[in-house]
Each structure stands twice: as structure tokens, then as C-alpha cells.
């Protein structure tokens, strides 16, 4: 017995040596390496803590961590428009979800940086849609204004609450169109403060009785306004020649439905745009080629944060959205040009 487990452990160093070689002389196939782009560093802006467009930054960040354990991604809320505007000029912005329609931004922004090229200091393209933005214009049911004509043809001394950029702008073309100005609507007793009407701290405004009317545009449901139960009501945006001036600027005919909130108790037309997920002119063609892919198989978590994904990102929105980004000039990134025409959404 001791001769035979002799000769078998003999048998075995002689045979070992022999089965390495074997084995060593032909490698098995190995994974190819990864193709992506490795630790990469981005930054991501969205708005105001606790609004539903840094809610939806915030998941767009998650997935592509959840993607790409080695990549770097910063979610930042800002305070206002004003703070993310500026960190795009000083470069320290990679992606970000956009405040206004372009057209927009650049006649209400870059009066305040007249020093440099704003239009060039700010370019972006478009990465993909996130979600659809309809302008409420809120009045206090006591005003007794049934539109917004009402404002000017009553000569309403209103009390009106509006972000300082883009929205009170969007209202001094409405005073415009309807033949007045902030100075004549002083004069007969209207005020301005600025908010963000479309928070909690708008609703605060309206109930307390600060702001008696505001503008403001944002998805729906918009929920800070979900829980009002106070006299509140929107008024339509449904005059040709208004409708006009917004598609000028880059908005479209929407509708915000009957029951969106407990006061709107049937369908209220008004104007709408689409918020973006944009990106710095200069990214790296295969990072923003990968944050799509990222966000497209982690599309739960992007839905389960906001459901205005889940009809976003579609192959009919998408193709949507790149229409629209030729029409306005905004142009789309070529990285995310070749995701979607890998995918076969747009040609």
C-alpha cells in the first residue's frame, strides 16, 4: 500500500510539470477591456434644492454612479439661475438641466454680463429631454381676473411674484403686447417682488397675501401647489397674438389639464417648452456617447425619481427633441447623436 502511494505521488510531480506547460501554451480568451472611458470627473447642476428639477439631477447623477463606479459624479443645487449661469461661464459646469428656452436665456441673461460674449460664454448642446415645462400664470381668486387682458384693461393694481430672469421678463412682454409697461402699471399701483413662484415659498407668498398674482412655468403636477386648498386659479394664455410672442421665443401650445390641481377644474391652455439635460459644447464625444448609455439602462431609477421620464425617454420623444434642437439652433451633441443613431431613433 505505502509502495503504491509512493508510486502515484511520483507520477503526480512527473505529470504536474507537464500539465502546466499544456496548459500554459494555450491561454484562455480573455474579457476585452473595457472600451469607456475610465474616472472621469463631472459636475452636474440642477436648480433649487427641493424642486422637482434638481429631484430629477439628482437621479440623473445616481444612475450614472450606479453605471460607472470609478466615475466621479457631483449633483449640485443652486440657488437660483443666476448661481448656475455664472458657474457655466467659469467653465466648473459640465452638464446641467436647462432654466430657460435658448432664446430666452440669452435676451434676459446676457444684459447682465455685458463684458463678454454671452451667447459664446454659455453654448451648450443637447443631450436629451427630460421633461415637458408648462408657464402657469397664478391669480388670487379675489382679484376677480379671469385673464390676463383682465390685468391691463381693469388697470388691476396688481401685486405680482416672478423670478428676476427669464420670468419677469416673459411678463414684460405680456405687458407690452397688451400696450403697457412696469412704469404705467405703477402708476396705477403695481408691485413687483421677486420669488420663485413655483415653490413652497411662492405658495407662501400667494396665501399670505404678499403676491396676488405670479408666472412661473414648471412641470405638472407641480407639487408645492398640489396640497392648496386657498381661492387660487390659472389663467388661460390662449391669445393668438401672446401665444405669438412665446413661440418666438421658443415655447409651444400646451394645456394643463382639468384636475392637475384641486382649483383647476377644467382644461387651462397656456404655453409650454422642454427641459434638457444639456452639456458643455466641449465634452469628450465618448463620455456624453456613455452617460447615455448609463441613463438608458438605469432608466428606473430616473423614473422612479420623476415620471416624466417615462414619456421622455422614448424614441418618439427623442427624435422629438432633436427636431426641435434644429429649429431653435441649439445643436445636439454629437455623442449623443451616435447613441441615438446606434439605437435607430433618429438617421
Known amino acids: 500500500m505505502v509502495i ?34 475610465q474616472n472621469v470627473e463631472l459636475t452636474l447642476y440642477g436648480f433649487i434644492a427641493g424642486t422637482s428639477m434638481q429631484l430629477r439631477a439628482d437621479a440623473i447623477a445616481e444612475a450614472i454612479r450606479v453605471e460607472y463606479p470609478d466615475w466621479k459624479v457631483t449633483s449640485i443645487a443652486v440657488v437660483g439661475s443666476a448661481q448656475r449661469t455664472s458657474k457655466r461661464i467659469e ?4 452638464y446641467f438641466l436647462t432654466g430657460y428656452p435658448r432664446l430666452l436665456e440669452i435676451e434676459a441673461e446676457a444684459p447682465l ?23 402657469h400664470f397664478f391669480a388670487m381668486g379675489k382679484t376677480g381676473l379671469t385673464s390676463i387682458r383682465d390685468i391691463v384693461d381693469k388697470k388691476y393694481p396688481f401685486k405680482a411674484g416672478t423670478g428676476a430672469g427669464g420670468a419677469k421678463l416673459l411678463f414684460t412682454k405680456i405687458l407690452e403686447y397688451y400696450g403697457t409697461n412696469w412704469t404705467e402699471a405703477e402708476s396705477w399701483g403695481a408691485k413687483h417682488e421677486i420669488i420663485h413662484i413655483a415653490t413652497s415659498e411662492g405658495v407662501e407668498a400667494l396665501q399670505a397675501g404678499r403676491v396676488d398674482i405670479g408666472l412661473s412655468w414648471c412641470g405638472i403636477p407641480n407639487p408645492p401647489f398640489m396640497g392648496v386648498t386657498f381661492d387660487l386659479k390659472l389663467l388661460p394664455i390662449d391669445d393668438p397674438g401672446l401665444v405669438q410672442v412665446f413661440e418666438a421665443l421658443g415655447y409651444y401650445e400646451a394645456t394643463i389639464p382639468a384636475g392637475t390641481y384641486s382649483f383647476v377644474t377644467e382644461d387651462i391652455p397656456t404655453v409650454g417648452d422642454t427641459e434638457l439635460l444639456a452639456v458643455r459644447p466641449d465634452m469628450p464625444e465618448d463620455v456624453v456617447y456613455y452617460t447615455l448609455k448609463a441613463l438608458f439602462n438605469h432608466k428606473d431609477i430616473l423614473v422612479a425619481a420623476h415620471t416624466d421620464f417615462e414619456t421622455q425617454l422614448t424614441p418618439e420623444a427623442i427624435a422629438a427633441s432633436v427636431a426641435i434642437s434644429q429649429r431653435t439652433g441649439v445643436p445636439c451633441h454629437p455623442g449623443a447623436l451616435k447613441f441615438y443613431r446606434e439605437m435607430g431613433w433618429v438617421e
Open 4 to 37: 503504491r502511494r509512493r508510486a502515484l505521488l511520483a507520477l503526480c510531480v512527473i505529470l504536474a510539470p507537464a500539465i502546466l506547460l499544456l496548459a500554459c501554451g494555450e491561454p484562455a480568451p480573455t474579457a476585452p477591456l473595457e472600451e469607456r472611458p
Open 91 to 94: 467653465g466648473e459646469c459640465d
Open 113 to 135: 454680463h455685458p463684458e463678454i460674449d454671452f451667447e459664446q460664454a454659455t453654448a451648450y448642446s443637447l443631450v436629451m429631454p427630460t421633461s415637458p415645462r408648462y408657464v
